[in-house]
C-alpha cells in the first residue's frame, strides 16, 4: 500500500474531441457532442438524437480495422493517445510489468440485428456465451496485441455503466501490490441499436437534451467513445522524468444487488465512504464530484441524496460531463476521469449545460451552463450501474 499510482497520460475518443487537448478545450467552453444519429437508420424511433464520435476512422489508429468492433477500435486509438500524451512509446514497454485493463458494458456488434429485433417485437434478448466470451475478450487483448505488448497481462471487466472506474479501481491495486509498474486502464464503448433500443423502450431517453439535476430533465442521451489513463507507479514515472497529471489516491468499489436497475441510495454512499477510507481522505477534502449524473429522474435524485448522506449540508460542486459527452456506458466513468483531470490542470469546474433551473429534490450547485475558476486539490469520480454496480475514484492535484 506504500507504493503510490500517479497519472501521466490520458487518451480520450469522444463526442466532443478526441485527444487531450481537443477534449479539454470543448469541456470548458461547455460545448454538446449531441447530433442527429448516423449509426443506424432511426426511423420509426420517437428520439433521433445521440452523442456520436463523428468522423472516427479505424484506419487510422489500426493495421485491421476490418478485424475489430467499433468498441475495439476506439480503445486501440485511447490507449494510442494515452501513451503519447505519457510520452512513451510501445516499443519501451516491451520488458516492463504492463496491465491492460479495460471496462465494458454491451455485447458484441454481431449481435446487434438479432438482439435489437428480438426487442422491438418485446421479446426476450438473451446474450449467446460464445458471443459474450469473444466480446469480453476484444478491448484489451486487441490493445496488447497492436502494441506489441506480448507480454502484458490483460482483462476486460463487464460492470454496466460503473465499468471504467472498475478498472481503473483494479489498476490501483495492481499498482500497490507490485503486480504491474504500469497500466493502461479506462473503459470503451460503442454506439449501437440495440443499445439505442433497449433505453428507449423503456422510457430513458432524453427528448431533448440530457440536463442532469434540471427541474426538467426527463433522460439521458446515448453516447460512446473511450477513455483511457496511462497509471504508473510514482517512482517509475519519476524515474524516466515523466510529466505527473494526477495522483490516483483511492478508489472502491461495490455491489448491492438490490435491483436491476433502480439504484440503491444507501450503497452509493457506503462506495463513497469506503473511496474515501482508501484515500485516508475525509470528506471536506473533496473539492468537486464529476457526477454521473446521468438526466434521469431516479438516478440525480439518488446520487444527490447519497452524497448528502456522506457530506451532510457542505456538498461540493458538481460537474455532470454526460450533459456533453452523452452516455458512453462502460467508458462514461473513465472519461469522467479525464475530464477530472482536466478540472484539475485548468483549476476550473467544467460546466454541467442545458440547465434551466435546479431540482429542488437534487439541490446542488450543478455549475450550470458555464466553466467556473475553483481551487482544486482533490476531485471524486462517480460511476454507477445496473444491477447495483458502482465504483468511485478520488484523483489528487501533483
Known amino acids: 500500500m ?14 466532443i474531441g478526441t485527444g487531450r487537448a481537443a477534449f479539454t478545450e470543448a469541456l470548458l467552453a461547455g460545448r454538446s457532442g449531441q447530433r442527429g444519429i448516423g449509426a443506424f437508420d432511426t426511423a420509426g424511433y420517437r428520439i ?4 456520436e464520435v463523428p468522423d472516427f476512422v479505424p484506419a487510422q489508429w489500426t493495421d485491421r480495422p476490418g478485424e475489430l468492433g467499433r468498441s475495439a477500435a476506439f480503445a486501440v486509438a ?9 510520452g512513451l512509446e510501445p ?20 449481435e446487434e440485428d438479432r438482439l435489437a429485433a428480438q426487442l ?28 506489441g505488448l506480448e507480454t502484458a ?19 490501483l491495486d495492481a499498482i500497490r501490490l507490485g503486480d504491474a509498474d504500469l497500466v493502461l486502464c479506462g473503459g470503451a464503448e460503442a454506439f449501437g441499436r440495440r443499445m439505442f433500443t433497449g433505453f428507449h423502450r423503456v422510457g430513458t431517453l432524453a427528448s431533448e437534451a440530457c440536463r442532469p439535476f434540471d427541474a426538467d430533465r426527463d433522460g439521458t442521451v ?26 490516483l489516491l483511492g478508489a472502491a468499489v461495490n455491489c448491492d444487488a438490490h435491483h436491476p436497475v433502480a439504484p440503491s441510495r444507501d450503497a452509493v454512499a457506503e462506495c463513497i465512504r469506503l473511496a474515501h477510507s482508501d484515500a485516508g481522505l475525509q470528506p471536506s477534502a ?50 469522467g476521469a479525464i475530464a477530472s483531470l482536466a478540472a484539475l490542470d485548468a483549476q476550473r469546474l467544467p460546466p454541467t449545460v442545458n440547465h434551466r433551473r435546479t431540482d429542488p429534490e437534487c439541490d446542488v450547485d450543478c455549475v450550470p451552463n458555464e466553466s467556473r475558476p475553483a481551487d482544486l486539490r482533490v476531485v471524486e469520480n462517480h460511476g454507477f450501474g445496473f444491477g447495483g454496480t458502482n465504483a468511485v475514484i478520488l484523483i489528487g492535484r501533483p
Open 2 to 15: 506504500s507504493r503510490r499510482a500517479v497519472i501521466t497520460g490520458a487518451g480520450p475518443v469522444s463526442a
Open 48 to 51: 433521433r438524437h445521440g452523442c
Open 78 to 86: 485511447a490507449a494510442r493517445l494515452a501513451l503519447a500524451d505519457a
Open 91 to 110: 516499443e519501451a514497454l516491451q520488458h516492463e510489468s504492463v496491465l491492460i485493463a479495460i471496462g465494458i458494458s454491451d455485447c458484441d456488434a454481431v
Open 120 to 147: 422491438a417485437a418485446g421479446g426476450p434478448a438473451a446474450f449467446e456465451p460464445t458471443t459474450v466470451a469473444r466480446y469480453t475478450a476484444a478491448c484489451s487483448t486487441s490493445i496488447a496485441a497492436e502494441l
Open 153 to 171: 497481462e490483460t482483462v476486460d471487466i463487464a460492470a454496466a455503466c460503473a465499468a471504467g472506474n472498475h478498472a481503473i479501481a483494479h489498476g
Open 222 to 247: 446515448t453516447g460512446e467513445g473511450a477513455g483511457i489513463i496511462v497509471l504508473e507507479e510514482y517512482e517509475h514515472a519519476t524515474a524516466r522524468g515523466a510529466r505527473v497529471l494526477g495522483e
Open 286 to 335: 473533496v473539492d468537486a464530484v464529476s457526477a454521473h449524473g446521468t438526466g434521469t429522474p431516479a438516478n440525480d435524485v439518488n446520487e444527490a441524496g447519497a452524497v448528502r448522506q456522506v457530506f451532510g449540508d457542505a456538498i461540493p460542486p458538481f460537474t455532470a460531463a454526460k450533459s456533453m459527452l452523452g452516455h458512453a456506458m462502460g467508458a462514461s466513468s473513465a472519461l
